[in-house]
Structures are given as structure tokens and as C-alpha cells.
Nanobody, 120 residues
Framework: QVHLAESGGGSVQAGESLRLSCAAS????????MAWYRQAPGKQRELVAS???????NYAGSVKGRFTISRDNAQKMVYLQMNSLKPEDTAVYYC??????????????WGQGTQVTVSS
């Protein structure tokens, strides 16, 4: 029901910044919990940052103070501003949504991912 499309990834040097964008369609975006996950080669996918419908945010300790998640409900967008990037931030970044179409159901959706590569 919900389609997510990430963009904004790329290759940068350590210390530089990137802003990832996720465009959502097909659902009541404002009521969704949104998040960014990442998966580095050979590692498990991990939660990077989340933002719920009440704008409460949560960050992985490794990115806190450097990354900022935000959302624009009118445009059905979620963003991840990544500053002071480090080589260990290198991963495929995925947009995630949890939708609540009814009080009985919840659905999870994933974007296709966007590559972020940080060189030292």
C-alpha cells in the first residue's frame, strides 16, 4: 500500500555531509512511524533514526549529534541529514514506514535503499 523511494546517497569524504530523502505515497503518511535503517556489507541491518507521528525521535548512539531525522507530512517526505560523516557510516540506507490503516492491523514497508560511501 505504501511505496517508499529513497534518494540522496553518494560518495563523499569523511567530514562531509549528505541529506537523504524518502518520498512516500499510497497511505496516510502523517500517522506513520518513519525510520532510517542502514546495512553495511557483511553486517545486519540496524536502526539509525526514527520519528513517529508525534515527532518524537530516536537515534542510534553512533549517529547521535551528527544525524537528524525530520519529516514533512504535507509533502509525504522524511529526511536524514547526515553531518560529519565517517567511514563507518558507509552502508545502504533504507527508508522504513510502519502504517496503521486500522486499529487491528499494522504494516511495514521498505524502500529500495540508497548507497552512502564515506572515504577517509
Amino acid at each position: 500500500q505504501v511505496h517508499l523511494a529513497e534518494s540522496g546517497g553518494g560518495s563523499v569524504q569523511a567530514g562531509e555531509s549528505l541529506r537523504l530523502s524518502c518520498a512516500a505515497s499510497g497511505g496516510a503518511f502523517g500517522g506513520n512511524d518513519m525510520a532510517w535503517y542502514r546495512q553495511a556489507p557483511g553486517k545486519q541491518r540496524e536502526l539509525v533514526a526514527s520519528i513517529d507521528s508525534g515527532w518524537s525521535t530516536n537515534y542510534a548512539g553512533s549517529v547521535k549529534g551528527r544525524f537528524t531525522i525530520s519529516r514533512d507530512n504535507a509533502q509525504k517526505m522524511v529526511y536524514l541529514q547526515m553531518n560529519s560523516l565517517k567511514p563507518e557510516d558507509t552502508a545502504v540506507y533504507y527508508c522504513y514506514a510502519k502504517a496503521y490503516p486500522t486499529v487491528e492491523r499494522a504494516y511495514e514497508f521498505w524502500g529500495q535503499g540508497t548507497q552512502v560511501t564515506v572515504s577517509s
